[in-house]
């Protein structure tokens, strides 16, 4: 298979030293618009023991950036391969190399699943059982122990010189971050008692602070967003206390969480910034049924509402 995948015109290797485990890669495009054809076309090569006529395909429809399907034989999806077709000029934003990096990173730790393959415009990967949380799931304490015009140019660019200035300053330590907390990139497995991520286009080194203000942002939701689900501070101050017990693998001062709280609360500035960007880009070129524009409108208008209250938060003595 893998003198075949080789072959597969299209397909680059990523740079950089030689990974543990090859995957293949194949020369197949698949179309967006007509997935199953070029699915199957990846099955056939992955799980040549399945019988065609036996295949089951299942539609994933959460996510805003790429396309999902899930194929597999058995009622129970014991052995489910997933193809996920990267959205229309996604390369744009996302360093598709990279995340391919990152995915066999993770895997090499134990923390996210098989990577079976890639193709041209995608890639194929282990299902992971559990359930895709929603908001209405990502307050709860057991999982975490584990419209306005958009603003013009000028004041985008007043505000990003703000974000560098002042963002720094914090000295919020730079981290290997998922980036992209949503409730649906976070499965819970309730027979193990297990909280795992999966998708990691976006993870990469960033601050700290930055991924987990994302993961608060996100309680919000995507396609409804209600930002009155932010958690409040008590919420937040829990959380994480949990979060820095489990870092430092011991109790941790009134003082160290505050500290956190406020280097948090402050990049969730920058969460809302960028993906208000992304948004606006996406706009341009996704052919993803969602309403990317309004989603862009949505969250400047939280950036710049929040900023005030933000900004006078203090760092403790």
Known sequence: MEEKAAAGAGCREPPGPPRAAAVPCFGISVDQDDILPGALRLIRELRPHWKPQQVRTKRFTDGITNKLVACYVEEDMRDCVLVRVYGERTELLVDRENEVRNFQLLRAHGCAPKLYCTF????????????????????????????????????????????????????????????????????????????????????????????IGNHFNEFAGVNEVDYCRYPARETQLQWLRYYLQAQKGMAVTPREVERLYVQVNKFALASHFFWALWALIQSQFSTIDFNFLRYAVIRFNQYFKVKPQVSALEMPK
């Open 120 to 211: 041209q415009n995608g890639l194929c990967y282990e299902y992971m059982r559990g359930m895709a949380l929603g908001p209405e799931h990502i307050r709860e304490p057991r999982l975490f122990s584990l419209s306005a015009d958009v603003p013009k140019v000028e004041v985008l660019e007043r505000e990003l010189a703000w974000l560098k200035e002042h963002l720094p300053q914090l000295d919020s330590p730079v981290v290997f971050c998922h980036n992209d907390l949503l409730c649906k990139n976070i499965i819970y497995d309730s027979t193990k008692g297990h909280v795992r991520f999966i998708d990691y286009e976006y993870a990469g080194y960033n601050y700290q602070a930055f991924d």
